[in-house]
């Protein structure tokens, strides 16, 4: 039994070497495994699911063929790709998710998410993200003209990027109370997620007891991602070819 969990790959034709990296993992990792976990920021950037360019339709293509030889796919949306929809999800053969999920994971309550929840102390980007998951914003977004979102999506992508240089690794990164409270929110004693581009496994203490963080690594210089067995887990990378 083998579970695999990714996150942070930011896949965009413009990078040929993640998504190489990807389809490689896809073709000879991912069908080990009974549930393949995909926590947020798959894509760059996403403006919906009408966008039907070639680059996204193959990534579905290869998706789905994970999915018919028996890999159960589970989606959780990031801060990039959150208009990801149920069409999308269709076309690859794999199951949406709320932004927080509970499940077991060979015996063990985890929960499980993208993680940018958990930056709390990013007050203008929460603001953002409160504003940008409701329904009317989401519906008036995809009501614009898809060149023009697209426009809109890569202006973002600049702003975002200038943004960062002004901002501490610390607030940037989660914080911790807001890891415990989740944790006790919904009695877990394990959480997993993306994000921080920070992969690590961190110890800290939820109710009352011993809680383990597990922080799924990016895809920007290598391949990244958990594998988990009943025995135990690993974070593990594979460099670009």
């Known amino acids: 039994m083998l579970t695999y969990f990714i996150a942070d790959l930011h896949l965009t034709q413009e990078r040929a070497d993640i998504t190489d990296c990807f389809l490689s993992f896809l073709r000879n990792e991912a069908p080990k495994a009974e549930k393949l976990y995909i926590l947020g920021d798959f894509f760059e950037f996403w403006v919906g699911d009408d966008d039907d360019h070639p680059f996204v339709l193959n990534i579905a293509n290869e998706l789905k063929k994970l999915s018919a030889i028996g890999t159960e796919l589970f989606f959780i949306v990031g801060n990039r790709d959150f208009l990801i929809g149920k069409k999308y999800a269709k076309k690859c053969g794999m199951t949406l998710l709320p932004d927080v999920q509970v499940i077991n994971l060979y015996g063990t309550k985890t929960v499980i998410m993208h993680g940018d929840s958990l930056c709390i102390d990013d007050i203008e980007y929460q603001k953002f993200r409160k504003k940008s998951r409701s329904w009317w914003w989401s519906k008036g977004i995809q009501c614009l003209p898809l060149w023009l979102r697209k426009k809109m999506a890569r202006d973002y992508r600049a702003k975002s990027a200038m943004k960062k240089n002004d901002l501490t690794p610390e607030i940037m990164d989660v914080t911790q109370s807001e890891v415990v409270k989740e944790l006790e929110d919904n009695d877990c004693q394990l959480m997993i997620h993306g994000h921080t581009h920070r992969p690590a496994i961190h110890q ?16 920007y210089e290598q391949g990244a991602w958990l594998k988990f067995t009943p025995d135990g887990y690993e974070l593990l990378s594979t460099s670009f070819k």
């Not at 939820?206 to 990016?218: F, Q, S």
Request: proline fraction near 6%.
């Open 204 to 219: 800290l203490e939820a109710n009352g007891k011993p809680a383990t963080r597990i922080v799924l690594g990016d895809w």
